[in-house]
């Protein structure tokens, strides 16, 4: 009787366990944007970057593909006051927060992770500035900045002045994983009180 209650009272501490720790891995998969960069002077180089918020800030990662030459070195910013259109007609916005170079490889892609620091997705996403994430050419010495090859805006989606969190991808979804967590110790739960009720 008493490793039956012992039993009893340990299964749902689990399940608070359990529903705490993916409760915080569901938070952690809804806690992103993805931004979609497209071709810009006929270049052929397009990428996703992936924008999470951070303990320290705000994580972005690009993910590149199409460039033209391994080996060499892209810079890339986050340009505000502007949009990808206005670069792309020559009108470029300042840089306002410089991102880490992207250096191609022999398949044409390329990645680079940066964390800007003491900022939110919220912030970056505010309705104030135009905001769009450009990765440039390569650079020939002596000529300066080189023109914008591929871009993505920074866009106001959910139509409230955010922005709509990642979809989930692959695998099982942390809510998914929760439900299943619960509805399993509610069964245990159940059963320990049968078998009980059998015993007296």
Do not use: Y
């Amino acid at each position: 009787m008493f490793r039956l209650k012992w039993i009893a009272g340990v299964v749902p501490g689990a399940m608070l366990l359990a529903s705490l720790v993916l409760g915080s891995a569901l938070a952690r998969e809804t806690g992103g944007v993805e931004l979609r960069l497209t071709p810009s002077r006929d270049s052929g180089v397009s990428g996703v970057a992936t924008l999470v918020d951070v303990e320290r800030g705000v994580e972005v990662k690009l993910s590149m593909r199409g460039l033209p030459e391994a080996g060499i070195e892209h810079i890339n910013h986050i340009h505000g006051g502007g949009a990808c259109a206005d670069d792309r007609a020559g009108r470029t916005a300042p840089v306002t927060i410089p991102l880490k170079t992207v250096v191609a490889k022999d398949d044409g892609s390329g990645t680079a992770t940066t964390t800007i620091e003491d900022v939110t997705l919220e912030e970056l996403f505010a309705d104030d500035e135009e905001r769009f994430i450009l990765l440039h050419a390569k650079t020939q010495k002596g000529q300066g900045v080189p023109p914008g090859i591929s871009c993505a805006d920074f866009v106001s989606r959910s139509g409230e002045g955010g922005f709509e969190a990642l979809p989930a991808s692959g695998g099982t979804r942390p809510g998914m994983l929760l439900a299943i967590v619960a509805f399993s110790g509610l069964g245990a739960i159940a059963g320990l009180l049968a078998l009980q009720r059998r015993l007296t």
